[in-house]
């Protein structure tokens, strides 16, 4: 089991948009602004997408968004494209004691 | 560019041991702070342990701990992970990630090496 829940699969057609939430608790996603997302292809490496809630690495594309709300984040992806079919993970961090990272199950995303 | 490569990977029996590397390149990797984070086949993302840019600072997950070793050589550009006491559980391939100490995130990923513990 998770420590964040994420759901285990979103679709959507192409040139629309999708979120995906990322539910933790008062001890990681709600207390810190340290949300990071991933995208991961078949076979490959993950991506960052995502850090700092809502900050996007030189190179992603501004269809990528992220926010949050109390103990939720959310990646927001619009104007769907082919490319974008991938699973996506949440990442927050847990506190200074250990400096562990709590990860969400993963979602599928499907582009139809 | 950040290059991260991951070798050492291979079939283990259960009780076994086996030290993965992780060469870097492309930075000044004696600068930043290095994780392993793990992914059993068909599953999701699990971080597994995190060291300081000096190796002075070491955690473990509690799935781990006890268990293996992080350590770094800057003069090689080259982190490790000693797998000891293996269990089927182990099973996944394992990454190394470039760790932003201040924002938390893994900004670089290797491509992975796959453990399978198995008799």
């Known amino acids: 089991q998770s420590a964040l829940t994420q759901p285990a699969s979103v679709s959507g057609s192409p040139g629309q948009s999708i979120t995906i939430s990322c539910t933790g608790t008062s001890s990681d996603v709600g207390s810190y602004n340290l949300v990071s997302w991933y995208q991961q292809h078949p076979g490959k490496a993950p991506k960052l997408m995502i850090y700092?809630?809502?900050k996007r690495p030189s190179g992603v594309s501004n269809r990528f968004s992220g926010s949050k709300s109390g103990n939720t984040a959310s990646l927001t992806i619009s104007g769907l494209q082919a490319e974008d079919e991938a699973d996506y993970y949440c990442?927050?961090?847990?506190?200074?004691?250990?400096?562990?990272?709590?990860f969400g199950g993963g979602t599928k995303l499907t582009v139809l | 560019q950040v290059q991260l490569v991951e070798s050492g990977g291979g079939l283990v029996k259960p009780g076994g041991s086996l030290r993965l590397s992780c060469a870097a390149s492309g930075f000044t990797f004696s600068d930043y702070y290095m994780s392993w984070i793990r992914q059993a086949p068909g599953k999701g993302l699990e971080w597994v342990s995190y060291i300081s840019s000096s190796g002075s600072t070491i955690y473990y997950a509690d799935s781990v701990k006890g268990r293996f070793t992080i350590s770094r050589d800057n003069a090689k550009n080259s982190l490790y992970l000693q797998m000891n006491s293996l269990r089927a559980e182990d099973t996944a391939v394992y990454y190394c990630?470039?760790?932003?100490?201040?924002?938390?995130?893994?900004?670089?990923w290797g491509q992975g090496t796959l453990v399978t513990v198995s008799s």
């Open positions: 700092e809630v809502s």
């Open positions: 990442c927050s961090y847990a506190g200074s004691s250990t400096f562990r990272r709590v």
């Open positions: 990630a470039r760790d932003q100490v201040v924002t938390h995130e893994f900004d670089y």
